[in-house]
C-alpha cells in the first residue's frame, strides 16, 4: 500500500546490519590475502625485542648501523610517564624490561642528565634495580661486562647429557625453554666477554638495600645446588666439558636444518647466534650467516624506527581466517581458500622433531606456527588447521586424498599427545614436572609445557568437526579435565591468550561442539560469569594484569577481538538472542571501520604468563567475523554453527 511504513522486527534489523558487516569484513580478510595463498599478520611483542636485538648488534660489532639508532628510537618512544617501560600496553613498569631500555639508550649516546633517562633510572630503583631483574637479564649484563657472571644462575652444558629417565634432563622443559638453553649454556660456560663503553655503565642501577622475595624449600634446595655447580666450575679440569660442548652444538645445528632459526623464534635465535660465535664461529661462516639473516628478516623498519617482531605467525593466521571465511559464507571449494590450503598442507612438522621424544607411537605430526620450524609442531596450531581443512573441499581427486590423509595422520598424532590428565599442552607430552619451576633459571615463568584449558578445549572442537563421538575415550577425558579445571566462579584460565575471557570462551565453544549439554550448572555459571564482565559500552576486555592478579580477571577496555571470544561464549549456550549478546553485537558493529576491519590498541595476546605478552594484528579481523558470522547464521535463520545438545 502506498505510503506504508514497514517496521522491521529489531532481531532482523541488527541481523541484517550483521550480515553487512560480515560482507565488508569478509571483503577486507580476502584483500589481505598474500599471493600465494596465505595470510600473516604482524606479530607485536615489547621493547624487550629491541633491546636484546640493540645487543646483539654490538656483539656483532654492528652498533655503528642505521638500524640500531631506529630501533634506540622505538625504545625510547615506548617509556611511560612515570619513566620505566611496560611489557604491554596499559601495564605497569617492569623492570627487565626497563633495565635494558636504560642500558641500550646509554649504549647509543643518550646523556645520562636527560630528562627522560633521569626519570628511567629512578624508575628502576624504585623497583629494585638490577638485583630485581630476570635471570635472562643478569646473563645479558653479564655478557656485555656490567654483571658478575658468579652472580648468574648456572647453566652447566653438561645438562644435556643428563639421560632421559634422569628426572631433570632437557626434554623435561619446555620446548621453547629447551632452545633457549642449550645455547645459553654454550654463553654460559664460555663466558664470553664483549665489554660495553664506560659511557654505558649502569652502575647507577644497584640497589644495595634491594632484599629478594622469601624463598621455599625447594627454591632454596635448588639455589645450594647451584652454589655447588659454582664451586665445581672453579676446577681447573672438567673432564665432560668439552663432550657437553660439542653434543650442544650438534644438537643446535640438527634443529636449524630447514628452520628459520632454532624454535624459529627471536630468543634462541640470538642466544644461537652468540653461542655460534663463543664456539669460534667467524661472521662469515654460512651457518652463522644464514642465523643473522634469519633474525634481520624479523625487523620491521619505517623512517624513524624499527621494532622486532618475537616471531612469524602465518600458518596460525591462514588457519583462523580460512575457519572465518567459511563460517562468513565463502564457499567450500572457493579457488582462493584452496590456495590458502594448499599452502598450509606444505606446513607439517618433521618426523623426528623433539615431540618424538616423550612420543613414540605417531610417526607423522601436525603442523608448526611459523614458515619453516619442522622440529616443533604444536598442538594448537595443528587443531586450528584441521578445523580449517575440515571446512573445504578440492575438486580433485588427488587435493582431495591429499587434505583427508592429512587430517586423518594429525588427528592420530593428536590422540597420542594426549597428556596423563586428560588435556593436552602446546608441544610436548606430558611436560609437567612443576618442581622445575623453582630452579634458578626458570624465572621467565614458562619452564613447563603442562595441559592447558584453551588448547583442549580447541582440540575438542576439532574432534567434532571431523566426527569424533564424545563417548570416545579421548574426549571423555578430555571434558572431564575441562570440568575439573573451572574455576568456582565459572571461568576458566587462558594460558595463550588474555586470560579468563579466552579460556571460558574456548571451553564453551568446544565443549558445545562435542556435544556437551549446555544447560548444566557448569555452563550456566561460565555464561554468567562472561554477562558479568560486559564493560558499559556493549563489549569485553581483559588486561594481561589478571595474570599478576585475579581480581582483574574480565577487566579492562574493550576490544574486538575479546568481545568476539566473549559472543562465541555466551552463544555457544544458547545466548545469541539475549540483551548482552545483542549488546555485544552492537559494540562490533559500531566500532567497525569503513574498509571492514576494526582496530585494536590493546594486546590480547600471551607468550609466556607475567613475563611476555603478544598483539597479533589479525585478531582484531578473523575473529570478530567469525563472531558475527555465527551471530548471523542464528539472527538470520540460517544453519545452525552448534549441534544439538546432549
Partial sequence: MSGTTILRDPAEELGARAEAAVAAARRHLQSIQRDDGH???ELEGDTILGSEYILAMYFLGRAHEARVAKAAEYVRRHQLAEGGWAIYPGGPPEVSASVKAYLVLKLVGDEPRAEHMVRAREAIRRLGGIEAANSFTKIYLAIFGVYDWSRCPAIPPEIILLPRWFYFNIYEMSSWSRAIFVPLSIIWATKPSCPLPEHASIRELIVPAYRRPERDFWTAVFLGIDRALKLLEKLPVKPSREIALKRAERWILERLEGSDGLGAIFPPIVNTIMALRCLGYAPSHPVLAEQVRVLEKLEIEDDETLRIQPCFSPVWDTALAMNALVESGVPED????????SWVLDRRGHPTGDWRVKNGRATKPGWYFEYANPYYPDN???AKVITALSKVRFPDVAGETRRLRAISEAHQWHLTMQNRDGGWGAFDKDCDKELLTKVPFADHNAMIDPSNEDITARILETFSCIGTDRD????????AYLLRAQHSDGSWYGRWGCNYLYGTSLALWGLRRIGENTDAPWARRAAAWIRSRQ???GGWGELPLSYDDARHKGRGPSTPSQTAWALM?????????????????EYLLREQRSDGSWEERWWTGTGFPCVFYLRYHLYRIYFPLLALSVYRQGACGERSAWPKSA
Avoid at 572457493?334 to 590450503?341: C, I, M, Q, S
Avoid at 570416545?472 to 571434558?479: H, I
Fill in 535 to 537: 564493560n558499559a559500552d
Fill in 380 to 382: 594448537d596450531t595443528t
Fill in 334 to 341: 572457493d579457488p582462493a581458500l584452496l590456495r590458502a590450503a
Fill in 472 to 479: 570416545a575415550a579421548p574426549a571423555r577425558r578430555a571434558v
Fill in 39 to 41: 595470510w600473516c599478520g
Fill in 569 to 585: 561464549g555466551l552463544m555457544a549456550v544458547g545466548d545469541a538472542a539475549s540483551d548482552t549478546v545483542r549488546d555485544g553485537v
